[in-house]
């Protein structure tokens, strides 16, 4: 059973970076894309980022484009997300998650993912 924790969210101000951390656990991250998600209240959680099992691509929402960066650390099974020029719209609860399936393709729909994070909460002050 794989298991997910996030790490690493607060509050920071606009402008602001945070690094958040996603430990796995129950399984060889080198074999699974990864995705991270949010969800800010009253609203759908929408996809952030993704990368490939070979952490060889990368995917991200418009929105964070050119703001966040995906990594992994498959050595020590380890999922990253580093959050650059944060503001206010980026408050969110934060979700790492894995597919069910090995060696298969990152998506950006959240239904593709099997095992998720309890989510780490982000607060971007004005």
């Known amino acids: 059973q794989v298991q997910l924790v996030e790490s690493g969210g607060g509050l920071v101000q606009a402008g602001g970076s945070l690094r958040l951390s996603c430990a796995v656990s129950?399984?060889?991250?080198?074999?699974?894309?990864a995705g991270w998600f949010r969800q800010a209240p009253g609203k759908e959680r929408e996809f952030v980022a993704a990368?490939?099992?070979?952490?060889?691509?990368?995917y991200y929402a418009d929105s964070v484009k050119d703001r966040f960066v995906i990594s992994k650390d498959n050595a020590n099974n380890r999922v990253y997300l580093q959050m650059n020029s944060l503001n206010p719209e980026d408050t969110a609860t934060y979700y790492c998650?894995?597919?069910?399936?090995?060696?298969?393709?990152?998506?950006?729909?959240?239904?593709?993912?099997?095992?998720w994070g309890q989510g780490t909460q982000v607060t971007v002050s004005s």
């Open positions: 129950g399984g060889a991250l080198s074999m699974y894309p």
């Open positions: 990368i490939s099992w070979r952490a060889d691509s990368t």
């Open positions: 998650a894995t597919p069910r399936s090995i060696f298969g393709i990152p998506t950006r729909a959240a239904s593709q993912y099997h095992y």
